[in-house]
Protein backbone atom coordinates (compact mmCIF):
# COMPACT_ATOMS: atom_id res chain seq x y z
CA UNK A 1 0.00 0.00 0.00
CA UNK A 2 1.40 3.71 -0.57
CA UNK A 3 1.07 3.63 3.46
CA UNK A 4 3.48 0.68 3.74
CA UNK A 5 5.87 2.26 0.93
CA UNK A 6 5.82 5.46 2.57
CA UNK A 7 6.75 4.29 5.56
CA UNK A 8 9.87 2.39 3.44
CA UNK A 9 10.97 5.55 2.21
CA UNK A 10 10.76 7.37 5.29
CA UNK A 11 13.12 4.63 6.88
CA UNK A 12 15.70 4.63 3.74
CA UNK A 13 16.08 7.97 4.05
CA UNK A 14 15.92 7.61 7.87
CA UNK A 15 18.92 10.30 9.12
CA UNK A 16 19.89 7.85 12.18
CA UNK A 17 19.50 4.72 9.99
CA UNK A 18 21.89 5.99 7.18
CA UNK A 19 24.56 7.52 9.80
CA UNK A 20 24.40 4.31 10.86
CA UNK A 21 25.14 1.98 7.74
CA UNK A 22 27.64 5.02 6.74
CA UNK A 23 29.43 4.37 10.16
CA UNK A 24 29.19 0.57 9.76
CA UNK A 25 31.03 0.62 5.97
CA UNK A 26 33.54 3.40 7.20
CA UNK A 27 34.50 0.56 9.87
CA UNK A 28 34.58 -2.55 7.48
CA UNK A 29 36.27 -0.62 5.70
CA UNK A 30 39.17 0.22 8.19
CA UNK A 31 39.38 -2.89 8.99
CA UNK A 32 39.81 -3.79 5.42
CA UNK A 33 42.78 -1.56 5.18
CA UNK A 34 44.11 -2.14 8.37
CA UNK A 35 43.95 -6.22 7.29
CA UNK A 36 45.72 -5.17 4.23
CA UNK A 37 48.65 -2.85 5.91
CA UNK A 38 48.94 -5.57 8.85
CA UNK A 39 48.20 -2.72 11.42
CA UNK A 40 47.59 -5.19 13.97
CA UNK A 41 49.73 -6.44 17.02
CA UNK A 42 49.58 -9.14 19.38
CA UNK A 43 49.45 -8.77 23.11
CA UNK A 44 50.75 -11.85 25.37
CA UNK A 45 49.35 -12.42 28.86
CA UNK A 46 51.54 -14.78 30.59
CA UNK A 47 50.17 -18.00 32.31
CA UNK A 48 51.61 -19.25 35.57
CA UNK A 49 51.21 -23.22 37.78
CA UNK A 50 50.95 -22.56 41.49
CA UNK A 51 54.75 -22.37 41.98
CA UNK A 52 54.40 -18.97 40.10
CA UNK A 53 56.41 -20.26 37.06
CA UNK A 54 55.48 -18.97 33.74
CA UNK A 55 54.31 -22.02 31.42
CA UNK A 56 53.17 -20.04 28.59
CA UNK A 57 51.08 -16.83 27.09
CA UNK A 58 48.02 -16.29 25.47
CA UNK A 59 47.96 -14.04 22.38
CA UNK A 60 45.47 -11.44 22.77
CA UNK A 61 45.10 -9.50 18.90
CA UNK A 62 44.62 -5.33 19.03
CA UNK A 63 44.36 -2.86 16.16
CA UNK A 64 46.85 -0.79 16.48
CA UNK A 65 47.33 1.75 13.38
CA UNK A 66 50.98 3.88 13.35
CA UNK A 67 50.61 6.72 15.83
CA UNK A 68 47.14 6.30 17.32
CA UNK A 69 46.03 4.34 20.61
CA UNK A 70 45.07 0.49 20.62
CA UNK A 71 41.84 -0.88 19.92
CA UNK A 72 40.63 -3.58 22.06
CA UNK A 73 39.17 -6.93 19.98
CA UNK A 74 35.75 -6.07 21.66
CA UNK A 75 35.81 -3.11 19.30
CA UNK A 76 36.54 -4.93 16.07
CA UNK A 77 36.00 -8.87 16.28
CA UNK A 78 32.24 -8.56 16.21
CA UNK A 79 32.13 -6.94 12.66
CA UNK A 80 35.43 -9.02 11.74
CA UNK A 81 32.91 -11.71 12.41
CA UNK A 82 29.81 -10.97 10.13
CA UNK A 83 32.57 -9.83 7.02
CA UNK A 84 34.50 -12.14 7.23
CA UNK A 85 37.52 -10.70 7.48
CA UNK A 86 37.87 -12.74 10.69
CA UNK A 87 39.23 -15.67 8.94
CA UNK A 88 42.10 -13.92 6.78
CA UNK A 89 42.90 -11.97 10.74
CA UNK A 90 42.62 -15.42 12.39
CA UNK A 91 45.42 -16.86 9.93
CA UNK A 92 47.44 -13.87 10.20
CA UNK A 93 47.42 -13.77 13.69
CA UNK A 94 48.43 -17.84 13.79
CA UNK A 95 51.10 -17.30 11.69
CA UNK A 96 52.74 -14.42 13.96
CA UNK A 97 52.00 -16.39 17.25
CA UNK A 98 53.66 -19.13 15.35
CA UNK A 99 56.69 -16.78 14.36
CA UNK A 100 57.06 -15.50 18.24
CA UNK A 101 56.65 -19.37 19.68
CA UNK A 102 59.93 -20.33 17.17
CA UNK A 103 61.93 -17.36 18.49
CA UNK A 104 61.19 -18.21 22.37
CA UNK A 105 61.91 -22.11 21.48
CA UNK A 106 65.66 -21.75 20.39
CA UNK A 107 66.60 -20.32 24.03
CA UNK A 108 66.69 -22.72 26.13
CA UNK A 109 64.93 -19.96 29.42
CA UNK A 110 61.98 -20.60 27.04
CA UNK A 111 62.03 -23.60 24.82
CA UNK A 112 59.05 -25.03 27.33
CA UNK A 113 56.49 -22.02 26.96
CA UNK A 114 53.36 -22.65 24.84
CA UNK A 115 51.46 -19.96 23.54
CA UNK A 116 47.35 -19.99 23.16
CA UNK A 117 45.62 -18.81 19.78
CA UNK A 118 41.69 -17.47 19.80
CA UNK A 119 40.25 -18.93 16.51
CA UNK A 120 36.79 -17.69 15.96
CA UNK A 121 33.57 -20.06 14.74
CA UNK A 122 33.54 -18.57 11.53
CA UNK A 123 37.45 -19.31 11.10
CA UNK A 124 37.25 -22.81 12.20
CA UNK A 125 34.75 -23.86 9.77
CA UNK A 126 36.94 -22.38 6.86
CA UNK A 127 37.05 -25.66 4.42
CA UNK A 128 40.92 -25.24 4.39
CA UNK A 129 41.29 -24.64 8.35
CA UNK A 130 43.20 -28.21 9.00
CA UNK A 131 45.30 -27.39 5.15
CA UNK A 132 46.68 -23.97 6.41
CA UNK A 133 46.62 -24.57 10.14
CA UNK A 134 49.75 -27.25 9.59
CA UNK A 135 50.70 -25.20 6.91
CA UNK A 136 51.39 -22.55 9.27
CA UNK A 137 52.88 -24.78 11.90
CA UNK A 138 55.32 -26.47 9.47
CA UNK A 139 56.39 -23.30 8.19
CA UNK A 140 57.20 -21.36 11.24
CA UNK A 141 59.06 -25.37 12.60
CA UNK A 142 57.64 -24.95 15.67
CA UNK A 143 57.01 -28.04 17.78
CA UNK A 144 53.04 -28.16 17.36
CA UNK A 145 52.91 -29.48 20.85
CA UNK A 146 53.73 -26.23 22.57
CA UNK A 147 50.99 -24.68 20.48
CA UNK A 148 47.04 -24.69 22.35
CA UNK A 149 44.08 -23.29 20.12
CA UNK A 150 41.43 -21.82 21.96
CA UNK A 151 37.75 -22.80 20.97
CA UNK A 152 34.39 -21.30 22.14
CA UNK A 153 30.87 -23.84 22.70
CA UNK A 154 29.72 -21.21 20.50
CA UNK A 155 31.22 -22.82 17.05
CA UNK A 156 29.94 -26.14 17.92
CA UNK A 157 26.18 -24.91 17.79
CA UNK A 158 25.30 -26.33 14.89
CA UNK A 159 28.39 -27.82 13.33
CA UNK A 160 29.90 -30.21 16.05
CA UNK A 161 30.62 -33.57 13.53
CA UNK A 162 33.02 -31.36 11.64
CA UNK A 163 34.42 -29.48 14.26
CA UNK A 164 35.53 -33.01 16.02
CA UNK A 165 36.81 -34.39 12.50
CA UNK A 166 38.75 -30.91 12.28
CA UNK A 167 40.03 -31.24 15.59
CA UNK A 168 41.01 -34.72 15.49
CA UNK A 169 43.24 -34.30 12.42
CA UNK A 170 45.11 -31.30 13.75
CA UNK A 171 45.42 -33.19 17.68
CA UNK A 172 47.17 -35.84 15.44
CA UNK A 173 49.81 -32.95 14.65
CA UNK A 174 50.27 -32.77 18.20
CA UNK A 175 48.23 -29.38 18.53
CA UNK A 176 46.25 -28.68 21.45
CA UNK A 177 43.04 -27.27 22.45
CA UNK A 178 40.71 -25.47 25.11
CA UNK A 179 37.71 -24.67 25.50
CA UNK A 180 37.50 -21.07 26.10
CA UNK A 181 35.56 -19.17 28.64
CA UNK A 182 33.76 -22.82 29.99
CA UNK A 183 30.61 -22.52 31.65
CA UNK A 184 28.63 -19.42 30.22
CA UNK A 185 27.52 -21.25 27.86
CA UNK A 186 24.16 -23.45 27.98
CA UNK A 187 25.12 -27.05 26.27
CA UNK A 188 28.66 -27.27 27.60
CA UNK A 189 28.55 -30.27 29.66
CA UNK A 190 27.69 -32.75 26.21
CA UNK A 191 31.07 -31.49 24.27
CA UNK A 192 33.16 -32.01 26.58
CA UNK A 193 32.43 -36.16 26.32
CA UNK A 194 32.87 -35.45 22.08
CA UNK A 195 35.87 -32.83 21.78
CA UNK A 196 39.29 -34.00 21.95
CA UNK A 197 40.44 -31.28 24.73
CA UNK A 198 43.76 -30.43 26.46
CA UNK A 199 42.36 -28.01 28.76
CA UNK A 200 39.07 -26.24 29.78
CA UNK A 201 39.51 -22.41 30.59
CA UNK A 202 36.93 -20.82 33.56
CA UNK A 203 35.38 -17.80 32.39
CA UNK A 204 36.50 -15.13 34.21
CA UNK A 205 32.89 -14.09 34.42
CA UNK A 206 32.64 -16.88 37.55
CA UNK A 207 36.66 -16.56 38.90
CA UNK A 208 35.60 -12.83 39.52
CA UNK A 209 33.40 -13.49 42.35
CA UNK A 210 33.91 -17.21 43.56
CA UNK A 211 35.08 -15.56 47.09
CA UNK A 212 32.06 -13.59 47.15
CA UNK A 213 29.37 -15.44 45.46
CA UNK A 214 28.38 -18.76 47.42
CA UNK A 215 26.62 -19.85 43.88
CA UNK A 216 29.86 -18.85 41.28
CA UNK A 217 32.17 -20.56 43.92
CA UNK A 218 29.83 -24.25 43.49
CA UNK A 219 29.95 -23.31 39.74
CA UNK A 220 34.04 -23.38 39.42
CA UNK A 221 34.09 -26.08 42.04
CA UNK A 222 32.05 -27.93 39.74
CA UNK A 223 33.71 -27.11 36.70
CA UNK A 224 36.87 -28.39 38.22
CA UNK A 225 36.00 -31.50 39.08
CA UNK A 226 34.52 -31.96 35.90
CA UNK A 227 37.97 -31.07 33.94
CA UNK A 228 39.78 -33.49 36.52
CA UNK A 229 36.93 -36.40 35.61
CA UNK A 230 37.32 -36.39 32.06
CA UNK A 231 41.53 -35.86 32.63
CA UNK A 232 41.99 -32.40 31.52
CA UNK A 233 43.69 -29.58 31.88
CA UNK A 234 41.99 -26.66 33.75
CA UNK A 235 43.29 -22.95 33.84
CA UNK A 236 41.37 -19.97 35.48
CA UNK A 237 40.92 -16.53 33.38
CA UNK A 238 40.52 -13.34 35.00
CA UNK A 239 42.46 -14.26 38.24
CA UNK A 240 43.08 -10.98 39.94
CA UNK A 241 43.44 -11.50 43.66
CA UNK A 242 45.72 -13.55 45.80
CA UNK A 243 42.43 -15.00 47.27
CA UNK A 244 40.80 -15.66 44.15
CA UNK A 245 43.99 -17.49 43.24
CA UNK A 246 44.40 -18.80 47.10
CA UNK A 247 40.55 -20.91 46.39
CA UNK A 248 41.21 -21.74 42.62
CA UNK A 249 44.16 -23.93 44.33
CA UNK A 250 42.22 -25.14 47.73
CA UNK A 251 40.07 -26.79 45.16
CA UNK A 252 42.29 -28.34 42.41
CA UNK A 253 42.92 -25.67 39.87
CA UNK A 254 46.63 -24.93 39.85
CA UNK A 255 47.09 -23.00 36.69
CA UNK A 256 45.65 -19.57 35.99
CA UNK A 257 46.12 -16.43 34.29
CA UNK A 258 44.88 -12.72 34.90
CA UNK A 259 45.92 -9.28 36.19
CA UNK A 260 47.12 -10.67 39.31
CA UNK A 261 50.04 -12.72 37.33
CA UNK A 262 50.34 -10.01 34.22
CA UNK A 263 48.05 -7.86 31.70
CA UNK A 264 48.72 -8.55 28.07
CA UNK A 265 51.60 -6.51 26.80
CA UNK A 266 53.33 -6.22 23.77
CA UNK A 267 56.60 -7.72 22.96
CA UNK A 268 59.01 -5.41 23.89
CA UNK A 269 57.76 -5.36 27.43
CA UNK A 270 57.96 -8.80 27.96
CA UNK A 271 61.42 -8.94 29.19
CA UNK A 272 62.50 -12.63 29.71
CA UNK A 273 66.60 -12.16 30.39
CA UNK A 274 65.59 -13.06 33.84
CA UNK A 275 64.41 -16.87 33.24
CA UNK A 276 65.71 -19.74 33.41
CA UNK A 277 64.94 -23.22 32.21
CA UNK A 278 63.86 -24.04 36.21
CA UNK A 279 62.06 -21.28 37.39
CA UNK A 280 60.82 -18.89 34.18
CA UNK A 281 59.54 -16.22 36.55
CA UNK A 282 58.49 -13.84 34.09
CA UNK A 283 59.38 -9.78 34.80
CA UNK A 284 57.07 -7.27 33.23
CA UNK A 285 58.75 -4.08 32.62
P1 LIG B 1 39.35 -14.26 25.86
O1 LIG B 1 39.95 -15.16 24.85
O2 LIG B 1 38.47 -14.87 26.91
O3 LIG B 1 40.56 -13.47 26.50
C1 LIG B 1 40.64 -13.09 27.83
C2 LIG B 1 40.27 -11.64 27.99
O4 LIG B 1 40.27 -11.34 29.37
C3 LIG B 1 41.30 -10.68 27.36
O5 LIG B 1 40.58 -9.53 26.91
C4 LIG B 1 42.17 -10.32 28.56
O6 LIG B 1 42.82 -9.08 28.42
C5 LIG B 1 41.13 -10.26 29.64
N1 LIG B 1 41.72 -10.48 30.96
C6 LIG B 1 42.76 -11.28 31.28
N2 LIG B 1 43.00 -11.27 32.61
C7 LIG B 1 42.08 -10.44 33.15
C8 LIG B 1 41.82 -10.00 34.49
O7 LIG B 1 42.48 -10.39 35.46
N3 LIG B 1 40.77 -9.15 34.67
C9 LIG B 1 40.00 -8.70 33.62
N4 LIG B 1 39.01 -7.86 33.89
N5 LIG B 1 40.24 -9.09 32.35
C10 LIG B 1 41.26 -9.95 32.12
P2 LIG B 1 40.85 -8.89 25.48
O8 LIG B 1 42.29 -8.95 25.15
O9 LIG B 1 40.14 -7.58 25.48
O10 LIG B 1 40.11 -9.90 24.52
C11 LIG B 1 38.72 -10.04 24.58
C12 LIG B 1 38.24 -11.17 23.73
O11 LIG B 1 38.49 -10.91 22.33
C13 LIG B 1 38.97 -12.49 24.00
O12 LIG B 1 38.45 -13.10 25.14
C14 LIG B 1 38.68 -13.24 22.73
O13 LIG B 1 37.39 -13.80 22.77
C15 LIG B 1 38.70 -12.14 21.69
N6 LIG B 1 40.00 -12.17 21.02
C16 LIG B 1 41.18 -11.63 21.38
N7 LIG B 1 42.15 -11.91 20.49
C17 LIG B 1 41.56 -12.67 19.53
C18 LIG B 1 42.04 -13.30 18.31
O14 LIG B 1 43.23 -13.26 17.95
N8 LIG B 1 41.11 -13.99 17.58
C19 LIG B 1 39.81 -14.10 17.96
N9 LIG B 1 38.97 -14.78 17.18
N10 LIG B 1 39.34 -13.53 19.07
C20 LIG B 1 40.20 -12.82 19.86
MG1 LIG C 1 40.99 -16.86 24.92
MG1 LIG D 1 38.64 -16.69 27.78
MG1 LIG E 1 36.42 -14.67 28.56
Redesign the pocket.
Known sequence: SAKAAGRNVQMIFDPVMQARVALRNAQEEDLRLALERQHFVLHY?PQVDDTGTLTGF????RMQHPGKNVV???AF?GLAEETGL?VEL?YW?LRTACEQLYQWSKLPATALLTVS????ARQFSDEALVERVLAIVQQSTIDPARLIL?LTESMMLDQVDSTVVKMRALRRSGIRFSL??FGIGFSSLSYLKRLPLHEIKID?EFVNNITHDANDAVIVCAIIALAQGFGLSVIA????TVEQQVFLESRGCHRF????FGR?VPLPLIDLSTLTPEKSAVTLM
Do not use: F
Open positions: QEALLMPDIIGTVNVSEDDREGVEQGYLP
